[in-house]
Structure formats: C-alpha cells, structure tokens
C-alpha cells in the first residue's frame, strides 16, 4: 500500500546516504510507484505486478531477472511468500529481515520485530530504521519519508486551484473523507459532522479526498453537511491521478481525516496531519511523528479503553463497524479544536522535516503508578501499609464502609485518595477502583500485603520503561502467625498486580478469586510480595467464609446444584492435595491448620449454595 512504500522509502534514502556511490534498486508493485517517483536515492524499480502473482512461469522469470544483477544485499522489509521465494533465489551475498519462526534460514541478518514504539516517530518507522542496524551504518539516519514534485506538476495544481477561483489567502484544508475499506472508514454521518466542526472553526476552503467509484458516499457527506458549509467545500477539485493528487495535497495547509495513504502523503509533503484512526488498526503502528501540535490522532480506545480489552486484532476488525459507532465525533472535538487553532495561525507554522524533534517516548508522557487498595475494617493494619506505598505517585483506598476507625486513620493521611463505596463483590469492587486511577499504570495491594524494597525498586523499573509488556504478576509469600509458608500449595502461587489500566479488567462473572483479563503480553516479576494473610485460626476461618458466600453466589449463577461429591467428596479432596500433594505436612502444624482450613471453605461453599436454592424456592 501507499504507505507501506513511502515508509520503507527511507531504508533505499539512508542507503544511499551511507554508501553514495551504490546502485540501489526498490521492489514495489507497480501501482505504488507514483508515491516514489523523482526520489533521487532509487536508481531502478523492480516492480512486481499481478502476472507474476497468477502465472508460476511470470514468477520463475521475475526470480531468474532478480539473480541475473548479482545484488551484494537485499533488505526484505515485508517477509512475505512474494518477497521469500525472491530472497531464497536471488544470490545475495547478504540479506536481511525481521526475525519471524521458521524463516530465519532465509537471511544473513535478522532482527527482532518491536512491539512498542521508544519515539514520536512511530512503530512503522521505528522498525523499518530497525533493519538498518546490522550494517553499522557511519550516518546519522534520517527517518523521514520524502515525496518529490515537478515544477510543472506543481503548476498544474495552482491552475486547477485557480480555475475553481479559491481563495488563496484562506488555509485550505484537504479532508481526507473515506478510507481505503468500510472497516477503515469513519461513518459517513461522522464525518459529515467533523466537517462542519472544521467549517465552523476555521472558515478555511476545503478539498476532499476520494476517487470516482467513491462518489456515491463522497456526495452523501456533502448533503449531509450545514449550508453554510457546503459553501467552503469545493467538491469537484480532483487530481486526474495519484500523482496530481499529490501536488494538489501540496498545495493544501494540513490534511484531516482517515488514516490511509492520502495522511502519509501529507506527512511526506511536510504537511500537519489529524488522523481518525480505525478501531481495529494499531495507533501505536501510524501515530508518525505525534506531537500534539503538528501531528494528531484519535483512537477510540484513547476514550473508551474496556471495548478492547481481550479483544484479537482479528476481532476488532470484525466488529469495527459497530465499534465505529460508539466513536462520536464529539469525543474527540476538543483536540480537533486544538489542533485547528494551533495549524490555522495567521503566522505560517515552520514545520521543517529536516529539523524534526524526534522525542523519546518517556518525555512525551512519563509513566506514572497509582497504587489502589480495597478495605473493610483494616484500622490495624492500614497507616503501615499507606507508608509501605510511599514510592507510587497515587494511593487511592476503596473501603466498603468500614465499622472500626479504618475511616479516621486514612482521613489523617493527606497523600491518600479515600472513596467508600458499597462492597458487591470482589472483581466488581477492584473494577470500580480502577476507574478511579489518575495513572495508566495501577498496582493493586490488599491490606495485609507490603512490597519489600526489592520489589519496589523492580517495580519503578519496569513501570518507567514498560517496553511491550502490559500485566505482571507476582509471586507471593505467604505467612502464617509470622512464619513463611514454603508449601501447603502457596510455593508457586501468584497473582497479577500490576498492569496498564487501558488493556485490562477483573472478570465480572468472578465474584472471589477474580481473574484480570489482559490483553497483550505479560510477564512475571523477579521479586516476591510478602502475604500476611493468616494471624490466626478463627480470622483466616472468617476470611474463608466470606470467600464461600461470594463463591457460592458464583455458582448459582451459573446453574450448579450441589450434591454428595461436593458435600463429602471435595472437602476431603481439597486437605488431601494441600496437605499431602502440595506437601503441606513439610510445613508443620501451620501446614494442617491450613489445609484443614481450606477443606472446611470448600464445604462451606456448598452450604451457602444449598441455603441459596432453599431460600429461593
């Protein structure tokens, strides 16, 4: 696609820069060409065209002509069955690729594909600069795309802009008013709204951007669109092909709209951009150069996180439609309008390409932890445990109307957020307290846990620079009337308590023991937290009672009528696996106690959901 070729254009531009005197040869379908032509530092097109696809003898010839020039290196930037068998027969001295299983035999050089970008200039281009790398290339690598323009393109496109008699001395806008797909595309009434936003604000002149077959929906967000700003649309101004769309895009202030190529080629011309991105593709990808003021986008999850927690990017792509309809252009018209007023200055904004900041992305947004904690009668223990949290830039405390002075003691701590809140269950409490955090970033703590210093200082480190990973989990150690338990079933437990708010949720069909549902990676920390779960007998009884009842409530819901086995049989079943599979006999006395304990829960489960059904008949 469009884009996809004028990214990968820099690898041929640094090329050329490193080595000057190299002959450098660009393989590009032959109807993206028009993005790179005049690009000095592309000296031939190979270009691969749909015969070579349907014809096996097209595509032996196009492999044969690709070894006949004897290439010192190729860089493969795309992996794919095309670009394989073009490697694999091509006689490269040196070739080099992503890493991606099971083609590694294939190059010389592989490098490993980022999930996360480090800077403003986007994942994209971060990872085409990425095969770059094994050269050791001797130049400070430029990273961005360039498109080149005749002078009489260019006076094509004044004439044309003169013919329609528009105003020169108002910004002209181009909108960029569908998507290269339905599922790439803003809905067509949204967008009928973004620009009469734009109209208002600006009382700019604006061109929009669509090709003949789209003229049906092009001229549906016309209708749709105010009177008044139906007058500062100039709907027929059409380049008669992609390359005099491009000097015509040249000739436009900023560019507005749906992600795709017509953005890219706004950014190649050096010209400001605001994206609507598609539910289903990945800002993280396209979001080049973002710095809030030339450069914008909006991303639904940006305003409705919890649609896309879970979600495959399979999913999202089905389900974009409905998804774009809860993307009301009024989410976002407050960063449209800022981005207006800061690109419709009466001063001409300098945005020089070659002068780019390239921002590292811990000083566009630092990471920031809050901490979040859910209480019920922990008067004891919690001035301790807010002094425990005393790194995390946020503590937010959710108590389920405590009856002791739980209330009074955090309401002497000036550093904590207090919010008491009627206790339900527990995935539906610790749902509630993530949306109250003020960080992307939370760690949950329950009142009898503490964070040793190790832990608190791998817990900075992988907060501040989080790289692809979104949950951790944790191990815990478990702790008996002081003393540490290293079996009883607790020697591998673990449990995540830190993640980014954006991309997880407790599962609401869990009412104890909740399940976090993530979406993205994962991983395990190094260090342990400490678990002063159990003081004593009868506390960690009551503990497990209150467990029971929320279980059992679990299971009514899901239609499980108890019977024998789960009165007489698990009870029995659960001492025997903590007590002697989980060798809880090597911790002693505490380890029967526990295990006893556990054995008791599991009956008392069934209780409550036998009390449940009798009380409901």
Not at 483 to 508: E, I, M, P, V, W
Request: glycine residues 4%; aromatic residues 12%; contains cysteine.
């Amino acid at each position: 696609m469009i884009g996809d070729v004028l990214v990968s254009s820099i690898i041929c531009n640094n090329l050329k820069k490193a080595y000057p005197n190299s002959e450098i040869h660009y393989m590009v379908y032959n109807h993206t060409t028009p993005v790179v032509v005049g690009n000095p530092n592309i000296d031939k097109f190979i270009l691969f065209k749909e015969e070579h696809r349907k014809s096996k003898l097209q595509l032996f010839r196009f492999i044969r002509s690709i070894r006949r020039e004897r290439y010192d290196l190729i860089i493969d930037a795309y992996s794919k069955l095309e670009s394989w068998l073009t490697v694999l027969f091509s006689g490269a001295k040196r070739k080099i690729s992503y890493h991606k299983k099971g083609r590694t035999f294939l190059y010389t050089d592989t490098i490993k594909m980022q999930t996360k970008a480090r800077t403003n200039l986007g994942l994209t281009i971060e990872r085409r600069l990425s095969l770059l790398s094994p050269l050791n290339l001797k130049i400070k690598l430029d990273p961005i795309p360039r498109l080149y323009i005749t002078n009489d393109e260019k006076v094509i496109a004044k004439n044309l802009l003169s013919n329609h008699e528009i105003d020169r001395s108002k910004k002209l806008i181009m909108v960029s008013i569908l998507g290269s797909s339905s599922n790439k595309t803003y809905p067509l009434n949204y967008i009928s709204k973004v620009v009469d936003f734009i109209a208002i604000n600006t009382g700019a002149s604006m061109l929009f951007n669509y090709i003949p077959n789209q003229m049906d929906d092009a001229k549906y967000i016309y209708d749709s669109c105010n009177d008044s700003t139906k007058s500062q649309i100039y709907f027929d101004v059409l380049g008669g092909s992609l390359r005099e769309y491009i000097a015509l895009m040249n000739e436009c202030d900023f560019i507005i709209g749906n992600d795709g190529g017509a953005i890219n080629i706004a950014k190649s011309l050096n010209k400001p951009s605001f994206i609507i991105f598609s539910p289903w593709i990945e800002k993280n990808m396209w979001a080049t150069f973002e710095d809030g003021k030339f450069h914008k986008s909006v991303h639904l999850q940006d305003y409705k996180p919890e649609l896309f927690i879970g979600k495959s990017e399979k999913e999202l792509k089905k389900e974009s439609l409905n998804l774009y309809e809860q993307f009301d252009p009024e989410l976002f018209y407050e960063e449209l309008k800022s981005f207006l007023n800061f690109n419709v200055s009466n001063e001409p904004n300098k945005l020089m390409l070659d002068e780019i900041s390239i921002i590292e992305s811990s000083n566009i947004k630092k990471n920031k932890l809050t901490a979040l904690v859910i209480t019920l009668n922990e008067a004891e223990t919690i001035e301790s445990l807010i002094e425990n949290l005393n790194f995390a830039d946020e503590i937010i405390i959710i108590d389920s109307f405590s009856s002791d002075t739980t209330a009074k003691v955090i309401g002497e701590c000036s550093n904590v957020k207090f919010i008491q809140r009627k206790f339900s269950n527990f995935s539906d409490q610790r749902n509630f307290a993530i949306e109250q955090a003020g960080n992307d970033w939370i760690m949950f703590i329950d009142a009898d846990e503490r964070i040793t210093e190790d832990l608190k200082r791998e817990i900075e480190a992988v907060v501040k620079d989080t790289k692809d990973i979104i949950a951790y989990e944790i191990h815990r150690n478990f702790f008996f009337k002081n003393k540490r338990l290293k079996f009883s079933g607790f020697q591998t437990d673990k449990t995540f308590r830190l993640f980014n708010k954006n991309y997880a949720r407790y599962d609401d069909q869990k009412f104890v023991h909740e399940t976090l549902i993530v979406s993205g990676k994962t991983k395990v920390l190094k260090n342990r937290l400490d678990h002063f779960s159990f003081k004593n007998r009868d506390d960690y009884k009551r503990k497990m009672e209150i467990y029971a009842t929320l279980r059992a409530q679990e299971l009514f819901k899901k239609g499980l009528k108890p019977n024998f086995y789960h009165f007489k049989i698990k009870p029995v079943y659960r001492f025997f696996y903590h007590y002697i599979i989980r060798l809880g006999f090597l911790d002693g006395e505490c380890g029967f106690v526990i295990s006893k304990l556990n054995s008791y829960s599991v009956k008392q489960r069934y209780i409550e959901l036998q009390n449940i059904y009798d009380s409901s008949n």
